[in-house]
């Protein structure tokens, strides 16, 4: 396999952890063993049915410690049925599995909507003595700790005389309740302290190879996990292949020192020839050059070193159409790495992703950097220390890229981790698991204090009394986070461990038929599956929805692939404010997910924080792709969808979030998005291409964000039937119209709408404007910073319509913030006459905006607009950076407002250490400073909203550019430009 191939496959697959390994049997066919458990011997006649009140109700623990300390999947169980009386097969059956630490029953109702339901049918032969059989539809996996849960259902049936040995409450132990009613245990029936004595079956024993390990050539490492062998281990055979270097191909944990790359594969083989396979794979790390600009490789960092980290242009502009990943890994335990960056520029459209640790995970995503998010510095989080890049360029634009510096530190300092905190189970607390929390890896002069605890529902970290470094917790019925508490001899300040999560939510799995380059799954869907773990996934969407009531926090994890599908969510399925359901896919172009309905693809009615993320939709004959009706707080991200009718229809609905999507048309003749009598509605930083129109509004819409988009190839733009609601914004847009850019049907509402920075190019066929007011007497509320293309149809370079209002011919141009353009922009000669998305350059630069470092803004060339101009009120705090950007504070009045967030523990009373320089023709000047000492602001711990007051003229401060600059005592510093124009308050951010 390639080197490419090889990182890839790993990042996206190889990383399962131990603790997934005991819960998989991979690759094996191996013995059945039975256990017992239960109260009395076989011949009890104690059974979980009591056919004397028509039907029932039972539930019963079984520990761990019954099971004689077995590993494995639970795949049936057996009662012993040794009445004497004929009756009739017990019909409506259902029985319900779940595995949990805990070892009481905390409720008094019967409830099992977060378990499992293994079988769902009838027992046959229960007029004759002997074990009656359960086979599951699917194994249970138990790992040492687990508690079996069992509930047995019978639904109505005629009664016809009782079981002898009906099981019955426990009061000694709570591990046994039962009821002939759903509503209420602990009955008034008599009864005695046994639980059904049942056979339970398992399979038996699993390899485990170990994780992948990456390592410098020449170095000796250990293969196979601890241990190699999961459950029986006994009379078993050890092979490893191949053998090649190995001091032994015979044992559990052989050595190995690394010189190329490789796999190797653990096989055990018990006496019947039983088999159970698992591998593991061998990476030689590059050790440290000066500087990197590989791609698809690995580098390995020796202590203490520092290297530069280039685009593949190194000093020069990245290339095209360019996708690859670069891994960088610290030497030894209790090391990470670190990255700072000295340039960073990228075209719009192109991004930088940064994974912690070993894997590409949507969990394990660090952060995308884009043209609109610069990075400065971060490091990983992850145990291994670990940084992964992702670097994308979409082949259109290049830029000079980024150079970035390439640390390996210490974890060991004050305020970072002390400890590795680490759970053995963490469980769904809807069902008031437990766990073992414990602490590993204590670094050097760290003494453990105590465990501390918070809910998600706020900020604050309590002690928790008693606790010792090894833990439990039990009965959690919320999202839950603990930490460990630790001093440190090297250190003032108290430091912690790694933040553990206790999560009330459910992940839910869905895989086509394939497992090829699934990121999450180990097994295809199958519509008979559960959908709860990657081994047992469902084969489509629906299906989960179906099965489930999804609750808060819900994920719905959709593996790489095909689906033929058809999503209704509605109010059965909706998250809160404590937390949204989230369906995501591994990638807008690689999760694909289709219909052949005539109605919608994915539909959301009366439903509530639903998010879909990174999926493609596609359809084409649907009537809307997709449907937002009555449902609030719905988002839509990083997905792709296109269809030969409506896209997306919003209706009767609020707070919904359109962002970073790929809406296209296939027929010019239907719209894109449809928003109508809907409020608080964001479309922001889509592309929308091909529509007749590309956004149309119709009724009272309150609340409109229409910001950062491109449309392109429609006829008209963004329509408005007619303008009712309040505060609507079209913001940074990029318009490229065959008609109108801009169509208002209505003007009195034009009052409440704010038009600014946007481009809007028209190829003004038939009449058409850059904006189209056709009836009203109104004008926009806010309306500045916009250029506007038009074709020159006369070919005469003058008076050609930029806009029409009340049937007068209106030119945007006399306003000094605004543009207006009557030449001739390059069209590409398309069959459907479709605008180039990359305009030529038009006019003269001396009608363009210049930035402040006096470079003018070409128009037409960037898709985001001319500018980025925002509206500064007089409240606007200025937000300090450690590397300073294009863009400036503008100090209105003559006093400067400043956000700044303390976080080094500083004295009471303490002062703001400042720095103010002007900038002027002999260079920068300091023109004020206070270093701890008054006037200006006291400040505190924490978060500090800092306002200073300057004269102005003679006295005080003039009109002209200045940098602030502000540190704490630990010399961090942090700055910012400020510009000060007493006559006019706009702030402008290139």
Known sequence: MQEEDTFKSIAMIRQILISTILLLGLSVSSQVTYEYCGSYADNSNIVPFDRAYNYNYWQGIYSFSEFNSTIGNISAISFYNGSADAVDDVKMIEVYVKVSQTSTFSISEWDVSTWTKVYAGELKEMESQGWKEIIFDSPIQIIPGDNLYIGIKQGYQASDGQLVGFAAYSIATNQSQYSNSNTEFNSNLSSIDVKPYLKVEFEGFHANAGDDIYSPDGVEVILGGNPAVVGINEDLLFSWSPSDGLNDNEIGNPSLTVLENNTYTLTLTDESSNTSSSSTNIYVATLNQNFYTNKNTRFYLEHGSVVSFYDDGYTGSYNNAEHYYVHFIPEGINNRITVSFDAFSLSDGEWLKVYSGNSISQNSLLDTYTVYNEPIEFFSDDPTGSIIFEFYSDGESTSSGWQ??????????????????????????????????????????????????????????????????????????????????????????????????????????????????????????????????????????????????????????????????????????????????????????????????????????????????????????????????????????????????????????????????????????????????????????????????????????????????????????????????????????????????????????????????????????????????????????ERHHNLYYIKDQDGDGSTVVVSRINGSDVSYGSYSSEGSYYSNPEYANTENGALLSSISYIGSPTQLTSDILGNYIAAGISTVGACIQYNQPNYTFGLLRKIVDGGYYLMKNNVLRIKYDEEYNILSGAYLNYELYHFNNTGMQLFASSTGTGPNPIIDYGTNYVTMTFGFGSLGIINGFYMLKVWNDKEEYWYLRVKVNYMYAQMFSI
Not at 465 to 473: A, E
Not at 623 to 628: A, D, T
Request: charged share 15%.
């Open 404 to 781: 970035a510096n390439i640390e390996q530190q210490e974890i060991v300092a004050c305020n970072e981790y002390f400890a590795d905190a680490s759970s053995t189970y963490l469980g769904n607390g809807k069902d008031s698991d437990g766990a073992i929390f414990s602490i590993n890896n204590i670094v050097d002069g760290a003494q453990f204090v105590t465990w501390q605890m918070r809910i998600e529902s706020s900020i604050q970290w309590n002690d928790i009394p008693n606790s010792t470094q090894t833990m439990s917790v039990n009965q959690i019925n919320t999202t839950t986070y603990y930490r460990a508490k630790f001093t440190n001899i090297h250190c003032l300040e108290d430091g912690y461990s790694n933040v553990l999560e206790f999560s009330t939510s459910n992940n839910y799995y869905v895989n086509d038929n394939s497992l090829e380059n699934d990121v999450w799954s180990t097994a295809v869907g199958l519509n008979t599956n559960n959908g709860l773990s990657t081994s047992y996934p469902k084969d489509n969407i629906s299906s989960i929805v179906g099965a489930y009531d999804l609750l808060p926090s819900d994920t719905i994890f959709v593996e790489n692939g095909d689906y033929l599908d058809q999503i209704l969510i509605s109010g059965d399925d909706e998250g809160t404010t404590a937390g949204d359901i989230v369906i995501i896919g591994s990638g807008s172009t690689s999760t694909i997910v289709e219909s052949n309905s005539e109605l919608y693809l994915l539909y959301f009615f009366e439903t509530s924080y639903i998010k879909i993320e990174n999926i493609g939709f596609s359809a084409s004959y649907t009537q809307k792709l997709v449907e937002v009706s009555s449902s609030d707080y719905v988002s839509i991200s990083e997905c792709k969808l296109s269809n030969t009718s409506t896209i997306l229809d919003i209706n009767g609905s609020s707070d919904v979030d359109i962002s970073r999507n790929y809406l296209l048309s296939d027929n010019n003749a239907n719209n894109i998005v449809d928003i109508t009598e809907s409020s608080s509605i964001t479309i922001r930083q889509n592309w929308l291409q091909n529509g007749d129109v590309g956004i149309i509004v119709d009724g009272l819409c309150d609340n409109l964000h229409i910001n950062r988009n491109f449309i392109a190839n429609s006829n008209d733009g963004i329509s408005y039937i007619q303008i009712e609601g309040q505060s609507v914004e079209i913001i940074n847009n990029s318009l490229y119209c065959n008609d109108n850019c801009l169509v208002f049907g209505l003007s009195d509402g034009l009052s409440n709408t704010r038009l600014i920075n946007n481009m809007l190019t028209t190829a003004n066929s038939s009449g058409a404007y850059c904006v189209n007011i056709e009836s009203g007497l109104a004008d926009f509320y």
